[in-house]
């Protein structure tokens, strides 16, 4: 589209991120296990009032796993024991999204993790470390909401998608820091200055140097 012989660069829109999102497996794998979290939770029934702690108590601590995941698993460094390197493919893929923040395949958690241990695991813990089945498919209804949550505000995040709020500028601003100005801080990703604040890495950008490896996680400086 021109205009005055200008090209017009077209506006990318919500309705483009939601289809450029689907597009991708991992928000269909946690869409899947939600699904059947939400069909399982209603057959089995047996309501009660813990299972509406669960929800309140994922939500205060959730900022804190983002960060506690970022921090020890996706900024993994790769050690040596003996003849073998551990460098799991979470640690290796977020390297490689460090050094290419745009490529829309690596925005996402990869699908090899997540049909490997990531859903699998989820599932266990929700149906074997809770009191009652009800209490534990609460839990993984839960944790499938705020999956999809997290994929999806990591991708608009990184997509050409302009923050129209108060709330999403802040969180916008606060990952894009994390990528373009010091990889050491703002770690959290679906909240700003929650987690981050907390636990000492909610600096005032304006006070921390740009980072000469926020793009080649590990290198030295």
């Not at 020890?72 to 050094?99: F, N, Q, S």
């Not at 505000?153 to 820091?177: E, F, G, V």
Request: with cysteine; aromatic share 10%; net charge positive.
């Amino acid at each position: 589209m021109t205009t005055t012989g200008k090209t017009v660069r077209k506006v990318f829109s919500l309705t483009d991120a939601g289809r450029e999102f689907l597009r991708h497996p991992s928000p269909w794998m946690i869409g899947a296990v939600l699904v059947a979290a939400v069909t399982a939770r209603i057959l089995v029934g047996d309501w009660q009032i813990s299972d509406a702690a669960v929800p309140l108590v994922m939500l205060a601590v959730f900022p804190f796993f983002e960060w506690v995941v970022h921090v020890l698993v996706l900024h993994w460094r790769p050690k040596r024991l003996g003849p073998l390197t551990i460098d799991p493919l979470l640690a290796r893929e977020h390297r490689a999204h460090h050094r290419d923040p745009r490529a829309v395949p690596l925005i996402f958690i990869p699908w090899k993790s997540l049909a490997a241990w990531v859903l699998p695991v989820t599932v266990a813990v929700g149906l074997l470390a809770f009191p009652r089945l009800g209490m534990g498919l609460t839990f993984l209804v839960c944790i499938g909401t705020l999956g999809l949550l997290y994929e999806w505000t990591h991708y608009l995040i990184h997509s050409d998608y302009k923050p129209r709020t108060r709330i999403y500028r802040a969180i916008w601003r606060n990952h894009r820091n994390h990528h373009f100005k010091n990889e050491h801080y703002w770690f959290t990703v679906t909240s700003s200055g929650t987690a981050d604040r907390l636990l000492g890495t909610c600096p005032d950008p304006a006070t921390v140097e740009t980072s000469p490896t926020a793009k080649n996680l590990h290198a030295a400086a």
